[in-house]
């Protein structure tokens, strides 16, 4: 199982550049691209009924939100009105030319979780990474797309969204085998009100 680390006050998700780490390591710059994205969304505490465990918010277009905080959300006592709840979610695309003549078949999927330490800010994180192998079987004009095989024998066309993907592609050539790996991660936290 891959690693997600959480720090006090904030949850850190690390589970990305753990991500980074191994692409870089398995190939160079030429022979790999990643591509993130990070999506973020707060929204103030307005009120907490801590007998039946219901936080109340106001999101960031005004909008107020009633969840109710389950028997698994830790330190419960520690959310006050005015808090912060910050959820951030990420995406990694990392595709890495091989150099191997044949796709292993084996598709690799790991899946962690952590959750506050008693005691702490409430918290949680959780995060997937799945690779697999897949076959080069053409690249369309420019880059700007990908048909490949994958561990299954199917086939399956790509529209390639971003120039460093791009450039990726115009760097293939049929039968290339590159390993495509995506993470995503899922944080959320509460922030005390900083006074």
């Known amino acids: 199982m891959r690693t997600i680390s959480m720090t ?3 949850i850190t998700c690390v589970w990305l550049s753990l991500v980074a780490a ?3 390591t398995s190939a160079s710059a030429q022979e790999s691209v990643q591509i993130s994205e990070t999506q973020e969304i ?3 505490i307005i009120a907490v009924d801590q007998e ?3 936080v109340t918010m106001r999101g960031p277009q005004g909008n107020l939100t009633t969840i109710e905080a389950g028997p698994e959300v830790r330190n419960l006592a520690q959310v006050e009105v005015g808090d912060t709840l910050r959820v951030v979610y990420e995406q990694t695309y990392i595709a890495t030319l091989t150099g191997a003549e044949v796709a292993s078949p084996v598709t690799d999927v790991s899946v962690g979780a952590v959750r506050a330490e008693e005691g702490a800010q409430p918290g949680a994180a959780v995060g997937t990474m799945s690779t697999i192998m897949v076959t080069i079987e053409s690249i369309g004009p420019d880059g700007r797309s990908a048909t490949f095989r994958g561990p299954d024998g199917r086939l399956q066309a790509i529209d390639v969204q971003t120039e460093e993907g ?3 592609s115009r760097g293939l050539n049929t039968g290339d085998v590159v390993q ?3 993470a995503e991660a899922l944080a959320i936290m509460v922030e005390p009100l900083e006074e």
């Open 8 to 10: 006090y006050p904030r």
């Open 22 to 24: 191994l692409a870089a």
């Open 52 to 54: 039946l465990r219901l």
């Open 166 to 168: 791009r450039e990726f």
């Open 180 to 182: 495509l790996t995506y």
């Open 42 to 44: 707060s929204a103030t």
